[in-house]
């Protein structure tokens, strides 16, 4: 199993919306998570600098995030609250692991 960490930017005072949305992830957002073998995905927050920092676990390298329509409108969504790429897509910056206990 591979764990994946990346952080993200939120737009200041959009914490409450992306929770709220959140909440209310659409169903076909979690199959398709769950079908490309992603695990106990989690979203923290930084209220200092409005980074989120997530992290999943993953069965094997998964190709989860290449083009689907159901994501694209996903990201489409969240776009008013964070920063995104020219695609809608989050600003993800993959995080390096430099310690494991």
């Keep these: 199993m591979n764990q994946v960490a990346f952080k993200m930017k939120l737009k200041p005072g959009a914490k409450d919306e ?7 992830i659409w169903p076909e957002i979690r199959r398709l998570l769950a ?3 992603i695990h106990e995905y989690h979203i923290f927050y930084d209220q200092e600098t409005d980074i989120l920092f997530a992290v999943h676990n993953v069965d094997q390298q998964s190709a989860i995030f290449q ?3 159901n994501l694209e409108r996903w990201w489409a969504y969240m776009a008013d609250l964070m920063d995104v790429n020219p695609d809608n897509s989050p600003v993800a910056i993959p995080l390096e692991q430099v310690f494991q206990l």
């Excluded at 992306?18 to 209310?24: D, S, T, V």
């Design 35 to 37: 079908d490309g073998g």
């Design 18 to 24: 992306y929770r709220r949305r959140h909440a209310l």
């Design 67 to 69: 083009k689907d329509e």
